[in-house]
């Protein structure tokens, strides 16, 4: 999903932006696609993991590259990461 961008209008209070409810339902849709989810806990993930997500823990961050398959396609990437990684 591209990120989606709240209309304001073109002057304050003018009734051509979006609506709030628009404008929240479009917050909430950028949020979730780039807010990290739990960690995966095999390659292939599971139903709803998306391209584009990722997860981190202690010792790695995971990347998801495609949308889910089924139980054997790997999607999810993992890469090391430490305090001497920059």
Do not use: L
Not at 7 to 17: E, F, H, L, V
Not at 31 to 42: G, I, K, L, N
């Amino acid at each position: 999903m591209t990120k989606q961008v709240i209309s304001i209008g073109t002057a304050a209070n003018d009734g051509t932006g979006d609506p709030i409810r628009t404008a929240f339902t479009k917050i909430n849709a950028n949020f979730t696609e780039r807010y990290p989810r739990a960690v995966p806990a095999h390659s292939y993930g599971v139903a709803g993991d998306e391209a584009g997500m990722f997860a981190v823990d202690a010792t790695y961050v995971y990347f998801c590259t495609a949308s889910y398959v089924n139980n054997s396609t790997n999607i999810w990437k993992r890469t090391a990461h430490g305090v001497t990684t920059w």
